[in-house]
């Protein structure tokens, strides 16, 4: 179980962090998209500027033009008549400013257009978006410009450096990456719980079906016992045949009621145990399992009471000797905690007021009572409160039995003490 409990929270743990980091992934290219996009727009903002400029004054300051750099960390190359403007620039790029300019020229060039000739088409040329690549793997739009100017002709090369994606957004980037960590180690956490919640009733199955192959194996070795230890002393003593004989049929007789019980319960189990419902007066079930089970009271002896309400009580669609089968293991279990003297009671009743309606069935004796630490776990199969097992007539499966066909019945069956001294187990069934 353990190894499993690791092996699923792997698998849910690896499932979910896969699509948490996929997610984060389609976020962080979204957010590069609209990264990329906004660095277009400044480009072109400046490139605006500085065009407007170039086209209404005369005259360049080199001040305006430190400006504009600086703003934009870009790099701006003016002719005039295929002669440099005297401008140094106000920053060094990591790639030799000349070599860059020259790379946009060439390019221009590809479109067309001649830093060193006017246009011939209309009063400006320019270029469409550029991107140049340094040799320090910098990278840069760049757009280039002609227009008339005078008697001759000024051009203007124009370059943005794009900063690289984590100078750009390496706060995002570690973010994303401590979220997707934090992520997957809170998915772990997680799993690890829902898997232990998921598997805990698979183990209590597990461990129930290791105590009951224990104890079944326990109740079926002492009959096995009997009969080995009978059939030796059949072989040795002749004259005891009949007595020895009548021990091993009735030991058979014990082992066939156990294999029985543990069919019974392997059915229910297997959700293949039927029943016949039918119509059912229940004053008559009652009558009739009362007037069957009260000689086995008088030989204790016991006394044994029916209360029934003075309206008859309403019928139900059940199957007869399933219920009666109920009835007979809880008096039977009466019957046996229940000390000489003292009296057993059977009360049939119906809640009116409750919608819908149920009849309550009680069986009542008068024992030694079943503590409230024992209470929850009476109707486990093979649980019994006395772990030496010294009772070899009953094996702790009937009540386990009377709890599934009550369930098949949908009704509930549940244990309160007497006020009186001892046990009243309450079956409650839907009426129809």
């Avoid at 690549?133 to 005078?150: E, N, R, T, W």
């Avoid at 994303?176 to 809170?186: D, H, P, S």
């Avoid at 009548?246 to 009621?257: N, P, Q």
């Avoid at 009835?327 to 279990?333: E, G, T, V, Y």
């Amino acid at each position: 179980m353990k190894f499993l409990r690791r092996r699923l929270t792997l698998l849910y743990t690896t499932t979910t962090g896969l699509i948490l980091t996929m997610a984060l992934t389609v976020f962080f290219l979204f957010q590069v998209r609209e990264t990329r996009q906004k660095q277009m727009e400044d480009f072109y903002a400046a490139w605006d500027s500085i065009c407007l400029h170039l086209q209404s004054d005369t005259l360049l300051s080199h001040n305006f033009l430190a400006q504009m750099e600086a703003a934009s960390r870009s790099i701006i190359y003016i002719e005039e008549n295929g002669i440099p403007l005297l401008y140094p620039g106000s920053w060094t790029p990591a790639t030799n400013r000349f070599n860059l300019i020259l790379q946009v020229k060439e390019l221009a060039e590809k479109e067309g257009i001649l830093t060193d000739h006017a246009p011939v088409s209309s009063s400006s040329a320019i270029s469409t978006l550029l991107t140049v690549h340094g040799s320090k793997k910098d990278a840069y739009y760049a757009m280039v410009m002609v227009l008339p100017y005078k008697n001759g002709v000024r051009s203007l090369c124009f370059l943005s450096c794009l900063p690289s994606l984590f100078e750009s957004m390496g706060k995002t980037i570690v973010v994303l990456l401590c979220l997707n960590l934090a992520g997957i180690l809170a998915f772990w956490l997680v799993s690890w719980h829902f898997v232990g919640w998921s598997l805990r009733p698979v183990e209590e199955s597990r461990k129930k079906q290791n105590e009951f192959m224990a104890a079944a194996s326990h109740e079926l070795r002492s009959p096995l016992a009997v009969l080995r230890s009978g059939i030796a002393a059949v072989r040795t003593s002749p004259d005891k045949q009949e007595s020895l004989l009548h021990t091993l049929d009735s030991e058979c007789i014990r082992m066939a009621h156990l294999i029985d019980d543990m069919l019974l319960l392997s059915l229910a189990d297997a959700q293949s145990w039927k029943i016949q419902p039918q119509k059912i007066d229940m004053d008559t079930l009652l009558i009739e399992t009362y007037e069957a089970f009260l000689p086995f009271c008088r030989q204790k002896p016991l006394s044994l009471h029916l209360d029934l309400p003075q309206d008859p009580l309403p019928p139900l669609i059940a199957d007869p000797e399933r219920l009666r089968q109920i009835l007979l293991i809880l008096l039977d279990n009466a019957l046996c905690h229940t000390p000489e003297g003292k009296e057993i009671q059977i009360q049939a009743y119906t809640k009116p007021e409750n919608h819908p309606k149920f009849l309550i069935l009680q069986v009542i004796d008068q024992g030694c009572g079943i503590p409230d630490s024992i209470k929850p776990y009476i109707f486990d199969r093979f649980y019994r409160a006395d772990t030496a097992r010294r009772d070899k007539t009953h094996f702790g499966l009937g009540l386990s039995i009377a709890k599934e066909l009550t369930a098949l019945h949908k009704g509930t069956i549940a244990i309160k003490d007497n006020p009186l001294g001892g046990s009243c187990f309450v079956v409650t069934l839907p009426v129809c």
